[in-house]
């Protein structure tokens, strides 16, 4: 029987060709990484604030978004945009660990507090745009999770094609969606702020 011919050479080039391709593929999938959370941070942080009302329990969530990001970007190939891409991942991670959250019974955290210097006009004005803000949060966070999601995506500006795109719910059933969870937002926020005045007289 013949034996193929030994090239310890050859086989040794391919094995640095390989091992270099490796490193510079690793090397773009960082530059890719860090460039979309430079650009998209804010916005998954506010999504994660959509989602978890503990500030550690938004922190984690972060992370696991942005671990969830790293893995899963050899696998775009550019099919959806790069926005609705990264929102999708974010949205399913989310939605899953609000589920556990949920489970785990998790209690809303009071906002706190620090030292303020500015006037007592401009403190109260702060003030009364903080609370509508807080109440929207939570109102938000009472929300079912697909309703949520679909919330959360029109607040940061995306149409109803690209939510689409990321939740599968048909563009017809989104406007109406959203236009009978604005009702519903509006009546909570305004039920929850007539109950605050109530406690404060």
Sequence with gaps: MRLPVWKP???LSQAIAQESQEHVQ??????VFVRLLEKYEPALRRLA???AAQEADREDLFQEIAVGVWKAIPKFRGDASERTWLYRIAHN???S???????????????PEGTDYRSPIDRE?????????????????????????IVL???EGLNYAQIEEISGISQSAIGSRLSRLRDSLREQIQTAGRGSDGRQG
């Excluded at 660990?97 to 906002?111: D, I, N, Q, V």
């Excluded at 004005?125 to 999601?149: C, F, W």
């Design 153 to 155: 995506l029109h607040l």
């Design 49 to 51: 604030s959509g989602y």
């Design 26 to 31: 690793e090397a773009a999938r960082r530059d």
């Design 93 to 95: 991670i989310a939605i």
């Design 9 to 11: 050479k050859s086989m």
């Design 97 to 111: 660990s609000s589920a556990l959250l949920r489970k785990r019974g998790r209690k809303e955290e009071p906002m």
């Design 125 to 149: 004005q702060e003030i009364l745009r903080s609370e509508k803000r807080a109440l929207l949060v939570r109102a938000i966070r009472s929300l079912p999770a697909i309703d949520r999601q």
